[in-house]
């Protein structure tokens, strides 16, 4: 099993990276949840799996008096799992927000600051593509 | 948009019983499974399910205070318990542990880390309740 | 407070803060009777211990002689600066930088730390960049402050390299100790790597040749700093560097011929310079080189009349160039021009002022009763007695003087005695407190050269005896009798003169050698700075070129290709693997949270990309809770479904997913192959994780302790809150910042509408 979630972990990072880079704001979002979960398995991974009880202690004893499963990938992870969560929240109202200023989720056209110059990799010119991922007409909604 | 009554009545019920198995999930966390972080994810998901049903007034009048003061008090209930060590002498987050009764000869007691837990059930949830709260009310 | 104290207020408040220098002045004068003694006074504060940095002082006579002119001159630049910056809306900003580098250039030979010493040198470097920049508004004033700043702190950090080696070559970073233990370093294999950092050091912030072109242009500093930081203190902070190492570095064939001939080089060069200008400052800047240049001549050699002349003259070069400087102050300031050819009849409208000049130029051209004449007498002196190059060295000398004399006449006679017609308007003189300084200065250059000995005994001996103390003691006097030094003196003041009379001939001759020969490194600068900023603009082409795209392409691409060449680097050899064998409950869960996450990649609905994601989070949560983590499952699904409805408020709101990109399929390939190698290195390094035994020790320590020590039979818990609490709290903090953030994000748009 573990050999076969090594591949897994694998496959969904790959899944993510290719998400992240995909120039949509919401597409990204999803492959930063995917990334939190591979890496969140990877270290579970790591730790050694078995199908053994929880890391409890019973109630009549001091220590584990069977083996338990490894308690410290999992304390690990349990605040890696709720500050994914919180900073998947801080993305998200952040992409609103921008959404909301710039009226599009397209990374390409959000640069303000920094426009493009003449990029012959590009296949499309700027409007061209803001109009593919979604770039509504006027103001964002209020 | 009026939610529907079933939604409503069933809310009322289910919320403080969701509200009192955080509250368990957060004491217990100690020995058994539960704890700071999963009693917050609780109590926030029956807090969401209010505001759904209610709206995020009645949740704000519910609740009384600012959820922001909830993430202060619990950093500095984190930032006590921590210091509480210190006091005796010991580094930063030792944990102190005080019998307080015996039942059964099986001793009941309190620490430091409790507090701790608790400091982080609150953050947690006052994380939870902020960003709902606003992102409702925008 | 500019507003609160108004004009006047901060002008009074500016010349209060004169008590500063004045205290410190009168403090380093009650230690002269003990530094003139032999004593020294030591005062170390540890700083970074375990690194050898200490906070740690030395008072000797060097030190003395030093401190006296950076608090003298200060004091009088103080009370000269509240007047010439009458009205200027940056007062009291100016009188902070001009304290703050005094306390600095006080730091930087007081320091006894060669560490500590580096800092307060590059104190005085920002404090210089600032003071030079003080006009800020001026785009000349900018950019010489740039090019001050560059130079001297490029010389800074050779400094450092060249300290950091002395302190491998000997152990230490104390300079007394350096001393102590120096007679070997001149062997030491590092000694040609140190001598050359320490020069290039000195160099630059003496405004050696050919690095001397920054000194000029720091003349759009105003009047008042270029008299103290640019030819009063800051440029002799080069000239204290060599002092002070000298008897640690100095004993090699090396540093003489070195020093004698980019000091040589430097004094005739910076002279014949001084000859053509015709804005004072500029003549006054390009004879401070010169001067510079002379002061490291002599400390190349290794005989007491070269060390004794190159300490007096470092002090005649202090009075009477300080108060050149507040003159030109003064006459750029009333009569509001610089350039000689438009000045003269100076002498009666500014009669004052003209008293200074002429006291101050008699000085520089080193006449007989004057400070610099005893300064020149030394300097033959000692220059006749070196052992290595004694013609080059007073050959240069008697070059330089003569030049020297020549420009104090141009100084005076064009804008003071000639001319009354062109005077545009009446020039009044300039107030009390302008006028102090010149007068005081130019009366002690007087004064010092009536009475030499007494400035010898109590201030250049000690100077010279504190660095070498084995030295015999000069005496410093007014008449040695008919001897060679008279006659060069002689030979000097009539070169003087000559060349006053010939100095449009001389001048087209350098202005010729100029444009044959680059006299300066400026040129080598400016090609420097324009190739680190087209440099920078090309890398920020390519690199930040505000594709988002990009900036993630090159995060997890360099991400892939470090961790994966560290792995092929380490030779990890992967173990066999075999065809996994699993249950159908495990190959169903596995099919499923990929295909989910398959769904992810190619769905178009937003909708659908949340359930999916969903799948794959409950998927996870159930292996975690097949492998005995109840914990993680339990918060693994209450995050799921919080995501969820935080995504259905939010999402709603956004547009959807459209059609994906119009890219080219290039593209997409690229994007696809970093996709994969991301994938590919993971499942090696968990394979590669699995593949190692497992240490077990910690958890161990964990299962074992948990209850018994922390009371808790929930081991998760008990790591959480008890064992690796500093660990959460600073978890919880990240938190609780992320809420706050969002909050204050959203909180924001909310005000604007």
């Not at chain 3, 230690?31 to 700083?47: D, F, N, Q």
């Not at chain 3, 006894?112 to 920002?126: A, G």
């Not at chain 3, 000097?492 to 087209?508: D, E, I, M």
């Not at chain 3, 996994?580 to 990929?594: C, F, H, T």
Request: aromatic residues 10%; neutral net charge; glycine residues 10%.
């Amino acid at each position: 099993m573990e050999t076969a979630l090594a591949f897994m972990c694998g496959i969904i990072a790959a899944a993510s990276i290719y998400l992240m880079l995909s120039g949509n704001l919401i597409r990204f979002i999803f492959g930063l949840v995917l990334a939190t979960n591979a890496v969140n398995l990877l270290i579970f991974v790591s730790g050694r799996l078995a199908e053994t009880r929880p890391p409890l202690i019973g109630d009549d004893a001091a220590v584990p008096v069977q083996e338990v499963a490894n308690a410290l990938p999992q304390a690990l992870i349990l605040t890696a799992i709720v500050i994914g969560f919180a900073l998947l929240t801080f993305v998200f109202i952040l992409f609103y927000r921008t959404y909301q200023s710039l009226g599009t989720v397209d990374t390409e056209s959000m640069r303000i600051s920094e426009p493009a110059e003449s990029d012959p990799d590009d296949g499309a010119t700027p409007g061209d593509k803001s109009d593919a991922s979604g770039r509504v007409s006027g103001e964002g909604p209020a | 948009m009026i939610p529907s009554l079933i939604l409503r009545t069933a809310t009322r019920l289910l919320v403080s019983m969701i509200l009192v198995f955080s509250v368990y999930l957060l004491l217990r966390g100690h020995n058994a499974p539960g704890g700071g972080f999963a009693g917050a994810l609780v109590a926030g998901t029956g807090f969401a399910l209010y505001i759904m049903a209610e709206g995020s007034e009645s949740v704000r009048r519910a609740i009384r205070i600012d959820p922001r003061g909830l993430i202060v008090f619990g950093m500095g209930l984190a930032l006590v318990s921590g210091l509480i060590g210190m006091l005796a002498g010991k580094p930063f987050l030792t944990g102190l542990w005080w019998t307080i009764a015996e039942i059964n000869s099986r001793e009941i007691v309190v620490g430091t880390p409790l507090f701790f837990d608790i400091g982080v059930f609150a953050i947690v949830l006052g994380t939870i309740l902020t960003l709902i709260l606003a992102l409702e009310e925008n | 407070m500019t507003e609160h104290l108004g004009k006047t207020g901060i002008e009074r408040a500016a010349r209060a803060t004169g008590i500063l220098p004045l205290l410190l002045f009168l403090g380093a004068a009650a230690m002269v009777p003990h530094t003139a003694a032999g004593e020294s006074y030591r005062l170390a504060i540890a700083w970074v211990p375990g690194l050898g940095v200490n906070l740690s002082f030395m008072l000797d006579g060097l030190s003395v002689l030093f401190a006296l002119i950076i608090t003298g001159v200060g004091f009088f630049v103080t009370l000269y600066a509240v007047d010439y910056l009458h009205g200027h809306s940056h007062t009291g900003r100016f009188f902070v930088f001009l304290h703050a580098f005094m306390l600095s250039m006080l730091g930087l030979v007081l320091a006894d730390n060669v560490l500590s010493l580096f800092v307060f040198w590059e104190l005085t470097t920002i404090f210089s960049y600032l003071l030079i920049g003080f006009e800020h508004e001026a785009e000349a004033s900018r950019k010489s402050a740039r090019q001050a700043l560059l130079v001297t702190g490029a010389g800074g950090l050779a400094l450092l390299v060249g300290f950091l080696l002395m302190g491998i070559a000997t152990g230490t970073y104390e300079i007394s100790q350096m001393v102590a233990m120096s007679a070997s370093l001149p062997d030491h294999p590092l000694y040609g790597a140190i001598l050359v950092m320490v020069f290039l050091g000195a160099f630059t912030k003496s405004a050696q040749f050919p690095f001397h072109f920054w000194l000029p242009n720091a003349m759009a500093a105003p009047a008042p700093i270029s008299a103290f930081l640019h030819s009063a203190t800051m440029v002799k902070g080069g000239i204290y560097l060599l002092a002070r190492f000298h008897p640690i570095l100095g004993g090699s064939e090396a540093w003489t011929a070195v020093l004698v001939i980019v000091g040589g080089v430097t004094a005739v060069v910076g002279a014949f310079t001084a000859l053509g200008q015709t804005d004072l400052k500029k003549i006054l800047a390009y004879t401070t080189v010169s001067a510079l240049g002379i002061m490291t001549m002599f400390l190349g050699g290794q005989n007491a009349p070269s060390l004794t002349a190159a300490m007096t003259f470092l002090l005649v070069h202090a009075i009477y160039k300080s108060a050149l400087f507040l003159v030109a102050g003064i006459i750029d300031h009333q009569a509001g021009t610089r350039d000689i050819e438009k000045l003269g009849g100076l002498a009666r409208s500014m009669p004052v002022t003209a008293l200074g000049a002429f006291a101050a130029c008699f000085s520089m051209a080193g006449f007989p009763l004057f400070f610099g004449f005893i300064g020149k007498e030394i300097m033959y002196k000692g220059a006749l007695a070196e052992a290595m190059m004694p013609g080059l060295t007073t050959a240069a000398a008697v070059l330089a003087n003569g030049l020297m004399t020549a420009v104090a006449g141009i100084f005076l006679i064009g804008p003071f005695l000639s001319g009354a017609a062109r005077h545009p308007g009446p020039r009044p003189e300039a107030c009390a407190a302008m006028c102090s300084g010149p007068l005081v200065l130019g009366g002690l250059g007087i004064f010092f050269g009536i009475v030499p000995e007494f400035v010898g005994n109590w201030l250049v001996s000690p100077a010279v005896l504190s660095f070498h103390a084995h030295l015999e003691h000069i005496k410093l006097e007014l008449f040695h009798g008919i001897n060679p030094p008279l006659l060069l003196s002689a030979l000097t003041l009539a070169l003087g003169v000559a060349l006053y009379l010939a100095r449009k001939r001389v001048n087209y001759g350098v202005c010729r050698a100029y444009e044959m020969i680059p006299l300066d490194a400026s040129r080598v600068y400016d090609a420097a700075v324009a190739a680190v900023a087209a440099l920078g603009r090309a890398q920020t082409r390519v690199l930040q070129n505000g594709s988002l795209h990009r900036y993630f392409y090159i995060v997890a691409g360099a991400f892939v290709l470090l961790t994966g060449y560290s792995y092929v680097h380490g030779m990890q050899v992967l173990p066999d693997i075999g065809v996994p064998v699993l249950s159908l409950r495990e190959w169903l869960l596995i099919l499923v949270i990929l295909a989910a996450a398959g769904a992810v990649l190619v769905t178009r609905s937003v909708l659908l990309a949340i359930c999916a994601l969903g799948v794959v989070g409950a998927g996870i949560a159930v292996i975690f809770l097949s492998y005995g983590a109840p914990d993680l499952a339990l918060t693994q699904l209450l995050v799921e479904t919080l995501t969820v409805i935080i995504v259905s408020i939010i999402l709603l709101h956004l547009p959807g997913l459209g059609p994906g990109r119009k890219t080219t399929g290039r593209k997409k390939l690229f994007d696809g192959v970093l996709a994969v190698g991301m994938g590919v290195l993971m499942t090696t390094l968990i394979l590669t994780v699995l593949s190692t035994p497992l240490d077990r020790s910690v958890t161990d320590f964990f299962e074992n302790n948990s209850y018994l020590a922390a009371h808790g039979r929930n081991i998760v818990n008990v790591i959480l809150v008890d064992f690796r609490s500093m660990d959460t709290l600073g978890e919880i903090i990240v938190v609780a910042t992320a809420g706050l953030a969002g909050y204050a994000l959203i909180q924001k748009r909310r005000e604007r509408l």
